[in-house]
């Protein structure tokens, strides 16, 4: 195990040099274009996946070789400095690979974990399937069905997921649907929906207030079939699984849930990248700005501000650190991941909206960065678990009691 240390080694140094180089260079002239054609970034991605950081075996390398689990969430740190739209639209796919790995044999992660990503000559996308219109946070409202037919050794998905990060433009969706609708959301299972599935579809793009380089839609199963091993974890251990929550015996985790949990970490540093791409802008802009004959950062106002922004961010990344530490090393006690998770969303929505006070009207302009790092800074108080179910799991987690 290895040691807690807030020293990053050489390697983490490197690649966190290589990536910024990346933001610098390709994201942040790019990121203003893209939001406003509200379209995924596949030019973008394709660059990212030339020098090797869009692909499954850089996810690979920074989860597996690292054993801080700080390395990932570092990258996402510089990734997301860059542009949040962009960086969503590199890191998507993961959350696809994410919800693989959390059920299926190694078998299925070798087969479908290379196809979230392809190759840097085809790059493909990967879309994790969750949540539906009636059933974010709720995961025991999911509707969405999965009847296994015998005859085929097939599974039969039917309903419409929502809100889906590369639904319906991914070549491998992962969905998890209800298997028996008397368990709640131990009655769930995740499946593959391979590339080229009849039935898959994708429903209305939405429009959004941020990030919205990246790709989000509704996905529609409607008699979609797929192979009886495109079930993740495979059919005799869901058996035993319900059999055991039919008994009453405790069952695993739910399945979404288990997803959303080992990513947390990963969504606060994409949330702090946002932050301190606002923060250091508006440290610079005060620097310049003049007002009643002196630069504005020598008003105290000004200056506290950006004292106290600085301060968050560090404070935050710190959190973020040891959750992935402590995550890497199956030590979470305390919702350490929904923490970070929760401190992140709340700070960088902050620090933007400082950013953009800074600024005075220019902040408010789309002439400006900073009005888009607001937009996008807000989605992480939202999505892979609201503040308010951070706030839940953090109460029960704390109190041993089941808070409602
Ligand atoms: C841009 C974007 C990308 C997304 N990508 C994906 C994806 O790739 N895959 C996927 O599966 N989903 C994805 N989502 C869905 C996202 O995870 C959900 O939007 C989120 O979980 C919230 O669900 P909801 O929108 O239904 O809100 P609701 O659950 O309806 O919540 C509404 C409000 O009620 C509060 N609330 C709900 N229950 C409680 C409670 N018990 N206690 C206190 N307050 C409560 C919430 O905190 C929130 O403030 C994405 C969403 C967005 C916006």
Known sequence: MAEFSLSLNEDQLQLQKWIHEFAVDVIRPAASEWDEREEFPFPVVEQAAEIGLYGWEFMAEAIMNDPTGITLTMAIEELFWGDAGIGRAIMGSGLA?????????????????????????????????ASEADAGSDVNAYRTRATY??????????????????????????????????????????????????????????????????????????????PGHCLLGGKEKLDERLARVREGKKGNAQ????????????????????ARAAYEYSLEY?????????????NQSIAFMLADMATEIDATRMLIWRAAWLGKNGKFKNAEGSMAKLKAGRVSVWVTERAIQILG???YSREYPVERWHRDAKIHDIFEGTEQIQQLVISRAISGLRIE
């Open 286 to 298: 005060a620097k310049e700005r003049e007002a009643f004959g002196r630069k504005i950062i020598m």
């Open 255 to 274: 399945a979404a849930m288990q997803t959303f949990e080992a990513t947390r970490p990963a969504v606060g540093a994409q949330a702090i990248g946002v």
């Open 361 to 363: 009207g220019y902040g």
């Open 97 to 129: 690979a994410a919800g693989i790995m959390a059920s299926a044999s190694q078998e299925q992660v070798m087969e479908w974990v290379p196809q979230c990503y392809g190759t840097a000559d085809n790059v493909l996308l990967g879309a994790f399937c």
């Open 149 to 226: 037919d015998e005859a085929t050794d097939e599974w039969v998905l039917n309903g419409t997921k929502a809100w889906i990060t590369n639904g319906g433009i991914a070549n491998i969706h992962v969905v998890v649907a209800v298997v028996d609708p008397k368990l709640g959301s131990k009655g769930h299972a995740s499946f593959i929906v391979p590339p080229g599935s009849a039935g898959l579809s994708q429903g209305q793009k939405y429009k959004k207030h941020g990030i919205r380089a990246s790709h989000t839609a509704e996905v529609v199963l409607d008699e979609v079939r797929v």
